[in-house]
């Protein structure tokens, strides 16, 4: 029996927002019941169907890497962004300022040199850089059931993240504890479903692999403080553990 190829999909957002029960979710088809907070980084792995239903079918393991968001971390999470072959990028839609900080967290695995303080402060624009990265990205809202009572309320403007528009990238909103958010045949699944089959084109079947170090040129700007994403582990690297706080 043939090995089976495998991807990874890295998935970031505020502390709180629901990114470990949106990978179970993903990875089981249900509800995790009782999350508990991710310091470092967990892994949840979903066997995907490459193009299902077609002659180029294909099987492959798709690894979602939920990073801890919590900024104690900041410093140490570096070492889980390497390789990356996807970008899923979470928010609360209950929560406006879990939706602003997208570009942060973009602009941090992207780059992988936020310990700079010159970067810090740098507004970096996602266009630019999906450009030269070639990097799949997918925006997910959390709590959706909360945003869409609140919207009732009048207590919710908007729901669409601005990342999202800017970056052209799906965006799904989602209960992470309702399966059928993510049910096959619903727009939700379909969008994921292209997502994954992006990224596992890109890195097995594109003539050109986007995940070279053959880019367009970074801004100038940004040239002494950015580092591209490769293959290559830091020297002082360490293989991810798993921890939960329940």
């Not at 900041?74 to 072959?85: A, G, L």
Request: charged content about 20%.
């Amino acid at each position: 029996m043939a090995a089976i190829e495998k991807v990874k999909v890295v998935v970031l957002g505020d502390s709180g927002v629901g990114k470990t029960s949106l990978t179970y979710l993903i990875a089981h088809n249900k509800p995790l019941l009782s999350p508990g907070w991710t310091v470092g980084c967990s892994v949840e792995v979903k066997l995907h169907r490459y193009k299902e239903g077609t002659q180029a079918q294909n099987t492959f393991f798709v690894e979602l890497w939920d990073v801890g968001g919590s900024n104690n971390h900041r410093n140490t999470r570096n070492v889980f962004y390497q390789p990356t072959h996807g970008i899923i990028l979470v928010h609360d839609l209950t929560n406006r300022k879990s939706q602003l900080n997208l570009q942060k967290w973009l602009s941090e695995i992207l780059n992988q040199d936020s310990t700079n303080p010159t970067f810090q402060n740098v507004d970096v624009d996602p266009e630019q850089f999906l450009g030269s990265t070639q990097i799949p990205i997918l925006v997910i809202g959390t709590k959706f059931d909360i945003a869409e009572e609140n919207q009732k309320k009048n207590q919710y403007r908007r729901l669409a993240s601005s990342i999202a528009e800017q970056c052209g990238a799906d965006e799904i909103f989602v209960n992470c504890f309702q399966p059928r958010s993510l049910a096959p045949g619903t727009s939700n699944s379909v969008k994921l479903t292209r997502f994954f089959d992006k990224i596992i084109e890109r890195r097995y079947y594109s003539r050109i692999s986007p995940f070279t170090d053959k880019r367009r040129a970074i801004p100038p700007y940004l040239m002494a403080t950015s580092t591209p994403l490769s293959n290559k582990r830091p020297e002082n690297y360490l293989s991810p553990r798993f921890y939960h706080m329940d």
